[in-house]
């Protein structure tokens, strides 16, 4: 039987479409031709990312990076709260190339089938996650002493979405060809190891008001959440998940994801009430 569309897909289809729509108004509006009621938006003003890259200027200076609106850091803000309670919902929910590179992932596992997202032996790749906090680094160490957008020339949501406009470098289609590329054999391999955005907030799934939980009373070990994950994390074996890489997407839960085993894998603030029963 063929699996209906969840709802985060309708979500991430939505936001991916809005954004394209945005991106291309943007370039109307500068010949002239905006869609009506579209305003003048740029790529810019709905990335909450440049938010952090502006912090520095912001603070030392009162001034915004280059290309930076107040937008940003209003999105920004809307997000840290959102990843204070639900961890980086944003990343698993709302980021169009984290969408763009899960459809590239559908072709990948069509072809590869059970091998998909498990090339990479774990020994290299628990050390390659940490690649993205070292980009995080170097791309606010950049802009803060430039005062332009230093990650911009890299960018593969830019290039995306900017392409036909002249303004992409080489160097941003070069990243967005290689993740293209490694998202047939990687799921989401851009938000594993080099995103800067989903390193940030990836530390918020170490303090999140409310946490993955698995009931290890009904789990029955199935690890149908395991397979599930996008982020290759090892849910059947955490009780409370606080992976930094765990972008809360639900797919390994028993709403409406793998877990086949109702009140089991669920995000939640209090213990499971079967938990405590047993205990
Ligand atoms: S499948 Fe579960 S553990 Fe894996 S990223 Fe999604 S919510 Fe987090
Ligand atoms: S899918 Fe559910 S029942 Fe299966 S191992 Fe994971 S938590 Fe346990």
Redesign the pocket.
């Known amino acids: 039987m063929k699996k209906k569309p969840k709802l985060r897909t309708w979500i991430q289809l939505a936001l991916f479409i809005l954004i394209a729509i945005i991106a291309v108004n943007h370039t109307l509006v500068e010949s002239g031709n905006g869609i009506p009621l579209l305003g003048s938006a740029s790529l810019h003003a709905v990335c909450p990312f440049g938010g952090v890259e502006t912090l520095y200027h912001l603070i030392t200076a009162d001034t915004f990076v280059k290309k930076i609106h107040e937008s940003s850091i209003v999105l920004m803000l809307i997000v840290f709260v959102s990843s204070l309670f639900l961890g980086p919902i944003f990343c698993?929910w709302i980021c169009p190339l984290g969408t763009f590179q899960e459809w590239i992932g559908k072709v990948g596992k069509k072809v590869f089938k059970k091998k998909y997202n498990r090339f990479i032996p774990y020994s290299i790749d628990k050390y390659l996650r940490y690649l993205r906090y070292g980009l995080l680094a170097w791309v606010l160490y950049m802009t803060a002493m430039s005062g332009v957008l230093a990650f911009e020339k890299i960018d593969p949501f830019f290039t995306l979405f900017q392409f036909w406009t002249g303004e992409v470098a080489i160097t941003g289609f070069i990243t967005l060809g290689i993740v293209i590329i490694l998202s047939l054999f990687v799921e989401r391999p851009f938000c594993k190891y080099a995103c800067p955005y989903g390193a940030v907030l990836g530390v918020f799934n170490l303090f999140r008001l409310i946490p993955?939980r698995r009931n290890i009373n009904t789990c029955i070990n199935c690890k149908a959440c395991d397979r599930?994950?996008?982020?290759n994390?090892s849910?059947s074996t955490s009780g409370k998940?606080r992976d930094h890489q765990?972008?809360?997407?639900?797919?390994?839960t028993s709403d409406d994801g793998a877990c086949p085993v109702p009140n089991t894998m669920e995000f939640r603030t209090n213990k499971f009430k079967t938990e405590e029963i047993i205990k």
């Open positions: 698993g993955l599930a994950c996008p982020m994390i849910v998940v765990c972008i809360s997407c639900y797919e390994c």
